[in-house]
């Protein structure tokens, strides 16, 4: 029984100890050409990133890219942007996304 209580303090101790709701962003926007992708967010604050999908030119491959993780700070009007370059991985971008963290 006082293993059970022991066991049960435990439980009680973590789930108040547990982290609180991430942040949120919205008002996210994408451009892309086969060149460069962006990705940014104005509203809210928090994390993302630029995610673009990526074809090779000349061998039969596609891969995804992920842009620098940016953070938007709660007093920014503006999000900072994610980019990524094509050039990089000697591809050419045919679509992206934007992930949240």
Same mark, same amino acid.
């Given at each position: 029984?006082?293993a059970?209580?022991g066991?049960g303090l435990?439980?009680?101790?973590?789930?108040?100890?547990?982290?609180?709701?991430?942040?949120?962003? +919205?008002?996210?926007?994408v451009?892309y050409?086969?060149?460069?992708?962006?990705? +940014?967010?104005n509203?809210?604050?928090g994390?993302?990133?630029v995610?673009?999908n990526?074809?090779?030119p000349r061998?039969p491959?596609?891969?995804?890219?992920y842009?620098?993780t940016?953070?938007k700070?709660?007093?920014?009007?503006y999000?900072?942007?994610s980019?990524v370059?094509?050039?990089?991985?000697?591809?050419?971008?045919?679509s992206?996304?934007?992930?949240?963290?």
């Amino acid at each position: 029984m006082t293993a059970l209580a022991g066991a049960g303090l435990l439980l009680t101790a973590s789930v108040v100890t547990a982290p609180g709701a991430q942040a949120e962003v +919205w008002d996210c926007h994408v451009s892309y050409d086969s060149e460069e992708a962006s990705a +940014w967010c104005n509203g809210g604050y928090g994390t993302y990133r630029v995610k673009a999908n990526c074809a090779s030119p000349r061998y039969p491959y596609n891969i995804t890219i992920y842009g620098p993780t940016k953070s938007k700070l709660r007093d920014q009007d503006y999000g900072p942007f994610s980019s990524v370059a094509a050039s990089d991985y000697n591809c050419n971008i045919t679509s992206a996304t934007y992930q949240i963290f």
